[in-house]
């Protein structure tokens, strides 16, 4: 019994070591966006088509896979995955190479919480477009977001907090949004809403209820 309690004892009084920091990341589902028709305008919200019936029915032919997702660390490195995107006609769809007008838009929207002496604490947000391809409805993302969001005007530093607060995959841009995934084409497009012209939210950052 005395040698259980004094092994015991050396155990509690043991230096602790302290933890290492734990890596961080965050993941999600890209959601499909449900059939809907913009009356007043005539297209599809969830893909940018034409359409005229109020029921919807006209937005009902395109879609992709609830399976798609991403992820992003404190590496700033994005990679994720497009499943089964198809047109409005059930057609998979094929693009052209990085950077040609067809690709699809991934949309992520950061807001970092960086110190900054004054309320709110989390203000500075920041819209990434990346540049989709698509290859019989199937495309990959793997990007490196450092030097873009170290070269902010507030730059990330290690240890900011980031938040995912908005973001899909969206329709090929009708205007602008030009340039591949570079580091500096995609600073250029920063918050460029051409990048939304396309007017078309394929799928939605986040889950579906049940």
């Given at each position: 019994m005395t040698v259980r309690l004094v092994a015991l004892a050396a155990v509690l009084m043991a230096p602790v070591s302290p933890a290492l920091a734990a890596a961080t990341k965050a993941q999600m589902n890209i959601v499909p966006a449900k059939a809907d028709c913009f009356?007043?305008?005539?297209?599809?919200?969830?893909?940018g088509a034409f359409c005229a019936m109020p029921d919807n029915s006209d937005?009902?032919?395109?879609?992709m896979s609830p399976s798609s997702k991403?992820?992003?660390d404190e590496t700033l490195v994005l990679k994720g995955t497009i499943k089964k995107v198809t047109d409005n006609s059930a057609t998979l769809v094929t693009t052209g190479a990085e950077g040609?007008?067809?690709?699809?838009?991934?949309?992520?929207?950061?807001?970092?919480?960086?110190?900054?002496?004054?309320?709110?604490?989390?203000?500075?947000?920041?819209?990434?477009?990346?540049?989709?391809?698509?290859?019989?409805?199937?495309?990959?993302?793997?990007v490196n977001l450092g030097p873009v969001l170290t070269g902010l005007g507030i730059p990330v530093t290690s240890g900011d907090p980031?938040?995912?607060?908005?973001?899909?995959l969206l329709a090929?841009?009708?205007?602008?949004?030009?340039?591949?995934?570079?580091?500096?084409?995609?600073?250029?497009?920063?918050?460029?809403?051409?990048c939304e012209s396309?007017?078309?939210v394929y799928g939605v950052n986040g889950f579906a209820a049940q």
């Open positions: 009356t007043p305008g005539n297209f599809c919200l969830n893909n937005c009902t032919a395109s879609g991403f992820k992003i040609a007008a067809d690709n699809f838009i991934f949309k992520l929207t950061l807001t970092v919480c960086v110190v900054d002496n004054g309320p709110p604490s989390c203000q500075e947000t920041e819209s990434i477009y990346i540049k989709v391809v698509l290859n019989n409805g199937n495309g990959k993302m793997n980031l938040m995912i607060s908005g973001g899909g090929p841009a009708t205007v602008g949004c030009t340039g591949d995934n570079s580091a500096p084409n995609i600073s250029a497009r920063l918050n460029d809403s051409n396309g007017s078309g």
